[in-house]
């Protein structure tokens, strides 16, 4: 696996985010948030943002679910202690799959850091699925507005070869959110809340990132 800081080649761009906003939604993003999702990562390639969590919050049915998530993969931080901690996220092109590997790694205050894989699948009803483990996948709206790139759960599946079944509402975790918000000068926050009807605001982790130009 070759490691780079990445420059968007404007020869080889990457329009699947963009044809899924549409035109005017996608313009309506800041021009860093654009060139970090427009660009098209040769096989064996992967971008690298380094930085650091500065919030977590989870109540305790979030807590909870974030650890019996583990029997499935682990894509939910589970560890308040990773707070001023370094995070690191690696993203892969899938050439396979024609999608992206996702690799999240949060450093915790002892002990081994978390590190949450997942894949995006540009396919399904919303035209982006996050698959988790286990063959449990998402699929994902996507949203634009002045500041960030949003990704909206819209339901949950398993998917057994070919088939895939969708997740009844007691099953689910909750309503999961993903932001991408710009913040100027090479940084941005990644921000992951999940939601309970019931049961409140169960998780909420602010991480802040840059791009590597500007962190070296």
């Not at 918000?181 to 941005?188: K, N, P, R, V, W």
Request: aromatic share 10%.
């Amino acid at each position: 696996m070759i490691y780079q800081r990445f420059k968007p080649d404007q020869k080889h761009p990457d329009h699947r985010f963009r044809r899924i906003l549409g035109e005017d939604a996608w313009l309506r993003l800041p021009e860093a948030v654009r060139a970090r999702f427009d660009k098209r990562l040769k096989g064996g390639v992967s971008v690298v943002y380094q930085g650091e969590v500065i919030s977590m919050q989870m109540n305790l049915v979030g807590r909870i679910i974030a650890h019996v998530a583990r029997l499935v993969g682990g894509p939910l931080p589970y560890d308040l202690s990773s707070v001023n901690q370094p995070s690191i996220v690696t993203v892969t092109e899938d050439c396979a799959e024609d999608g992206q590997f996702w690799i999240r790694q949060y450093g915790r205050a002892s002990g081994f850091p978390q590190v949450i894989h997942s894949s995006k699948r540009f396919a399904g009803p919303t035209g982006v699925e996050e698959f988790i483990g286990a063959g449990i996948g998402i699929a994902l709206c996507v949203n634009a507005s002045d500041s960030a790139l949003i990704f909206k759960s819209d339901q949950y599946f398993l998917q057994l070869g070919r088939r895939k079944i969708r997740l009844p509402k007691w099953v689910r975790p909750g309503a999961l959110e993903i932001a991408h918000s710009d913040l100027g000068d090479g940084q941005f926050i990644f921000s992951l809340k999940l939601k309970s009807r019931l049961f409140g605001d169960l998780i909420h982790q602010d991480a802040l990132f840059r791009d590597m130009e500007h962190a070296l």
